[in-house]
């Protein structure tokens, strides 16, 4: 079975099975032959299209058409995908109070509501709350994240969620052996999901244990479908490539907070601009002791953990 | 002749420099419009309270400490220093309808934050600054800030707990 063909992916890159070289460009034939029958041009250009990075913006207008039309039809749902770039004279800094967090992982629902991701089989999740000992500190081969507690905080522990952390030096991006992930001017590390091959290799680079793979067709429910998406986000995304936490680009973006800031029932979250000295973030920075995670390897993350008390 | 030419240029230079505003690295930040979160309403029918607390319906106005014969749910959850403090150490016993500081001005109960800050002053200070508890909307416009009684409960203000959504599912559980 020939996935290319199978396959309803607009990338067009879904054959990850190992095939000569010859054959390779016989199936590529019989796949665009395939597209063509089908009459979806837009999934054949965007099997021909260059990395996202070398689109014009009216390649990139036309692509998101597309896909608008796509999954408006998929979704029985009016769903609109933004191309925003990223605002001048922004850095987003988002800050993790240590000392409040209590475990409620009402974040890590909220992140799947808004971010598009397979709910069960496979089950992907953004944000991983680990439980620690307060004894310990913060120990992660004793952590736990699989804790299931009849009510939080359990004494004794302490919670600390931990999603991607848009790091500047991002050894995911180094590894990526064909540049679909890369990050953008205010800091968000993204994907092309129609560039990624799928390959794990930035999974494996990830100090943090941020990035999640879709080993199966992604299970989202058209009702439970978000339809305000971004291009590099929370759209839907094919099976067999990684996703990981954006900041809600397409919320933060046009000024909103990211959906795990605005759920969260203690106030544990901040997120702003780290360029700008009045933003919460900045605030818990230059007042509270902060801490960064793994800081010995270098990652140079976007994502402070403080302690306000 | 050079000299005086270079001398000239320089001070020109410098005299330009002057003028010239040093270049900006950073745009200038965005205003942030703080708006203040509608105050959570009060228990259905309980406000004015002086539609009971009235001297015209329960005579003489008692402020010594005791144990009421109403209120017995706020008495019963009460834990906010209870050993040291009661009902009218916030709760105006002139004017049931507001609050009041330690000075005894008045404070209306959509700015009880003001009564919080005179003990909490580091959570006050904290809390103005975006840094305790929660903000919501734009991270570069309007924020809408909620109040210490959006998420305390004044009578009893420590956090309860609450019951954590599931866990994810193993990987050894999820079928491929």
């Known amino acids: 079975m020939n996935p290319m063909t199978t396959s309803n992916n607009s990338g067009g890159c879904g054959g990850s099975e190992a ?18 029958a089908t009459g979806a041009a837009c999934d054949l250009e965007g099997f021909f299209r260059k990395s996202f990075r070398e689109l014009s913006p009216a390649d990139v207008r036309r692509m998101v058409t597309g896909w608008e039309r796509k999954y408006s039809r998929k979704y029985g749902k009016a769903v609109t995908v933004s191309e925003a770039g990223p605002i001048d004279g922004v850095k987003f800094g988002y800050g993790l109070d240590l000392s409040r967090c209590v475990g409620c992982r009402r974040c890590v629902y909220a992140c799947v509501e808004e971010n598009n991701q397979s709910r069960k089989e496979p089950q992907i999740q953004w944000i991983r709350v680990l439980e620690m000992d307060k004894a310990h500190g913060i120990d992660i081969n004793h952590s736990d994240i699989y804790y299931d507690a009849a009510e939080v905080p359990r004494p004794g522990k302490f919670y600390m969620p931990v999603q991607c952390q848009q790091c500047d030096d991002p050894p995911c991006v180094k590894t990526c052996p064909v540049g679909a992930t890369w990050k953008e001017k205010d800091g968000i590390v993204v994907i092309d999901y129609d560039w990624c091959i799928g390959c794990r290799c930035c999974m494996s680079a990830c100090p943090y244990g941020a990035r999640h793979f879709n080993w199966a067709e992604p299970s989202l429910p058209a009702q439970e479908m978000n339809p305000k998406t971004h ?21 933060t973006r046009e000024g909103q907070y990211p959906a795990c800031v605005e759920i969260c029932p203690v106030g544990a979250r901040k997120f702003g601009n780290l360029l700008d000295p ?3 973030i900045r605030q818990a920075m230059d007042n509270k002791r902060v801490f960064i995670l793994k800081e010995e390897l270098a990652t140079h993350p976007s994502f402070f953990y403080f302690y306000a008390t | 002749m050079f ?42 029918g309980i406000f004015p309270c002086t539609q009971c607390h009235n001297e015209k319906v329960n005579g003489k106005l008692n402020t010594t400490r005791r144990e009421l014969q109403f209120h017995d749910d706020i008495q019963a959850e009460f834990h906010h220093d209870s050993e040291n403090r009661w009902c009218l150490d916030c709760h105006d016993a002139k004017n049931r309808d507001v609050l009041h500081l330690t000075s005894g001005a008045p404070v209306t109960f959509t700015e009880s934050y003001k009564l919080c800050g005179q003990c909490h002053g580091d ?5 103005k600054r975006g840094v305790h508890g929660k903000r919501i909307g734009q991270w570069n416009g309007e924020k809408t800030y909620l109040l210490c009684v959006h998420c305390h409960n004044p009578h009893s203000p420590r956090f309860k707990p609450i019951k954590p959504l599931p866990p994810p599912i193993r990987p050894s559980e999820m079928k491929r």
């Open chain 1, 19 to 36: 095939v000569d070289p010859g054959r390779r460009d016989v199936l590529k034939f019989l796949a665009v032959g395939a597209t063509m």
């Open chain 1, 231 to 251: 291009v590099l986000g929370n759209r839907p995304r094919p099976k067999g490539v990684v996703e990981k936490c954006t900041f809600c680009i397409q919320r």
């Open chain 1, 278 to 280: 009045e933003s919460e």
């Open chain 2, 3 to 44: 000299w005086m030419a270079l001398a000239m240029t320089l001070s020109g230079a410098v005299a330009q420099g002057t003028h010239v505003p040093p270049p900006q690295a950073v745009k200038p930040p965005v205003k942030h419009q703080l708006v203040e979160a509608k105050a959570p309403p009060l228990t259905d």
């Open chain 2, 123 to 127: 959570k006050y200070r904290d809390w």
